[in-house]
């Protein structure tokens, strides 16, 4: 049936990134939504005339909220495009705004540095770009750096000096409340300052001074909007000084959907604390860092505690002296510094260490750290109950205190690296793929021997790299198998089909079983008799049956795996209260227990990937491997290949 709609009722629920715990559920309603839309539209005076492009993905708040729902309001032309087909290949961002003549669009910080880095070496441009008005740059902080190196590089094509557009907002606010709409003498504004004065009242520095440093202005507050900045006792600051970010106004959810725990930030008075720290400047917001344990890295939410989890997993990190922090060197973006304690004191067992960190931060996270920091246990501050105090850490690399530790690390790394003409490519194969990881990572030469982890790769490269890998040898590549083969001359060998020496015997004889199971497809060349079939092996999950034998014992009993619930469990799980009254309503159900218990390690699974996958193919996956462990195959060294015939019911886990 139609339904009636009221500006008060849920219009959609947005999640949080999650990076602090499990994700919250944000309860955005239709009016809260349209008085966000109306008041960016009014301030940055946006009009049907306008032509947007969006290409990231519509679960982000931005996306949805201020780059659809306010073009709608708008009535303006709205092109979109996938996140897939640009970040590979990011000139296609401005192909498309060439194409269609764009005149908004947008993109955190880290997509404009992709642009600049496709651009090295391209001294002509065929875009015109003269249509745009504004590229609007939020989700992580602003790089004046970057914002400018942009301008300057696209002006040939006819970009404005005042397209860049600073902005903030969160999805609890419906996405953007702030908005710098720049002018022809100051196309973008940052206030330098002394670094030791951003815990309090600021104090001015000039921009070439070495213990300064730059916040881009991020505009004034959409009308409908308040925004005030207090200090540890919630009492307002003055202007230009640092403060916690509340805000309040028409544009904010009304809390997270049945978490009253997390909502102490909804506060009583109307105000919501944001969890980050600025100050205001003649009616602008700056923000200086987040009170929040997070990282943004890449415009990806990233969490202290796991980062530091990782870290302090490996062999010769001692546990609980482990802090991660993103850091900034002048105006320069933030970079990740992870500080950890090591008995270890020799340069020659500390460089294993220190690449051993940034593989697995790599491969479990997928951001690579900038720098790595062995320090004395003295060094990483905690309070007195314990708390790591990352701020502080993060205050003393900024100052210079930890310089000479960086200096002497990033040399124990050089000289451990081997040079180019150490391992020059031997083939075709690998100068192709050493020339496009040389592009990608701006270095002169590689070694084929060299992990491009170490080297400074990350995962955001990796999308870029891995499409021009496919784009060069017309092939299908995932990009697990980019993780599983860190050297140029391993990747050369898998691209090949040859038996990769070098690494793990399992490597080869699996190589060997997949041209076994090509070869088998084939049958006998008569075709005289159907291939056979034995099923040697089983693994299953039901309800109350983890495996076959205790499912059959299930059978021969009678035994009866539909599970009873109290009102109580059916609340706690989330069921709407009015239908747990219905008397209509079954309070009972099938359930598989163990289903969040996954070893995603020994899958070759990274834990944030694992997250993210279906319950049901975690399951498949576990047994899967039950099913050959059950025949007494052993996969690393059987020569043929078994297969593993699965089937499910429908599930009922929703």
């Known amino acids: ?55 990231l993905p519509f679960d982000h708040i931005g996306s949805m909220s201020d780059w659809h729902l ?14 897939s087909d640009i970040l590979p290949q990011p000139l296609r961002w401005l192909e498309l705004i060439d194409r269609f003549r764009v005149t908004h669009t947008w993109a955190p910080n880290f997509a404009y540095s992709l642009v600049l880095d496709a651009l090295a070496g391209r001294d002509t441009h065929s875009w015109n770009l003269s249509c745009m008005a504004a590229f609007l740059t939020a989700g992580e902080n602003v790089s004046p750096v970057t914002a400018r190196r942009f301008l300057e590089r696209l002006a040939p094509c006819g970009l404005v000096s005042t397209a860049i557009r600073p902005a903030f907002g969160m999805a609890e606010t419906g996405s953007g409340i702030t908005y710098r709409c720049a002018t022809a003498d100051e196309p973008l504004r940052v206030k330098y300052v002394e670094r030791a004065s951003t815990s309090g009242t600021l104090v001015p520095a000039a921009s070439d001074d070495p213990s300064a440093i730059g916040f881009v202005a991020l505009g004034p507050p959409i009308p409908g909007v308040e925004l005030r900045l207090v200090d540890a006792a919630g009492q307002v600051v003055p202007q230009e000084t640092v403060g916690q970010l509340q805000v309040r106004g028409a544009a904010l959810a009304r809390g997270y959907y049945r978490n009253d725990e997390a909502n102490v930030v909804f506060r009583a008075d109307g105000w919501f604390d944001t969890g980050d720290l600025g100050f205001i400047a003649d009616g602008e917001l700056y923000l200086t860092g987040r009170a929040k344990e997070t990282i943004i890295i890449h415009g990806a939410n990233l969490s202290c505690a ?12 001692e546990p609980s002296y482990t802090a991660a922090c993103a850091v900034r060197i002048g105006v320069e973006p933030e970079a990740l510094a992870i500080f950890f304690h090591t008995k270890l004191d020799d340069p020659a067992e500390l460089v294993p260490l220190l690449k051993e960190i940034r593989r697995e931060v790599v491969r479990q996270v997928g951001v690579n750290p900038r720098y790595l920091l062995p320090v004395s246990r003295e060094s990483i501050p905690k309070t007195a109950i314990g708390k790591i105090q990352r701020r502080q850490l993060r205050d003393q690399f900024e100052r210079g205190d930890f310089a000479e530790i960086v200096e002497l690390v990033d040399g124990w790394l050089q000289a451990a690296t081997p040079t ?31 992990n491009i982890f170490e080297l400074g790769a990350h995962s955001l490269l990796l999308v870029q790299v891995h499409s021009r890998l496919e784009a060069a040898f017309n092939r299908q590549l995932s990009i697990v198998e980019m993780f599983k083969y860190p050297t140029i001359r391993e990747l050369a060998k898998f691209l090949s089909g040859e038996v990769d020496t070098a690494g793990p015997a399992e490597q080869g004889r699996a190589r060997a079983a997949a041209r076994s199971q090509t070869a088998s497809r084939s049958g006998p060349a008569d075709n005289s008799s159907p291939p056979a079939v034995a099923v040697i092996g089983m693994a299953c999950r039901y309800p109350g049956a983890e495996n076959v034998a205790q499912f059959w014992h299930n059978l021969c009993h009678g035994v009866e795996s539909i599970s009873r619930f109290s009102d109580a469990e059916i609340l706690a799980a989330g069921v709407d209260p009015e239908r747990v009254r219905d008397p209509r309503y079954v309070k009972a159900g099938p359930t598989l227990p163990g289903i969040e218990q996954f070893d ?15 319950p049901q193919q975690r399951l498949f996956l576990e047994c899967a491997w039950e099913a050959m462990e059950d025949s007494g195959h052993n996969l690393r060294v059987h020569p043929g290949s078994v297969g593993v015939f699965a089937g499910a019911l429908l599930n009922t886990y929703f």
């Open 1 to 55: 049936r139609h339904h009636a709609v009221q500006p008060d009722d849920t219009a959609f629920f947005s999640l949080t990134s999650g990076s602090t715990g499990a994700s919250k559920c944000i309860d955005l309603t239709h009016r809260a939504l349209l008085a966000r839309a109306r008041g960016a539209n009014q301030l940055c005076d946006h009009r049907a005339s306008d032509v947007i492009l969006s290409w």
């Open 70 to 83: 306010r073009c709608v309001v708008a009535r303006c032309q709205m092109v979109y495009a996938a996140k």
């Open 306 to 317: 796991e980062i530091e989890e990782v870290t302090q997993s490996i062999a010769g990190v």
């Open 420 to 450: 180019t003409s150490a391992a020059p490519p031997q083939n075709e194969i690998e100068r192709q793929i050493a020339e496009i990881w040389q592009t990608a990572l701006g270095l002169d030469g590689v070694s084929v021997q060299q």
């Open 600 to 614: 995603a390690e020994f899958f070759g699974i990274s834990a944030r990937e694992a997250e993210l996958l279906d």
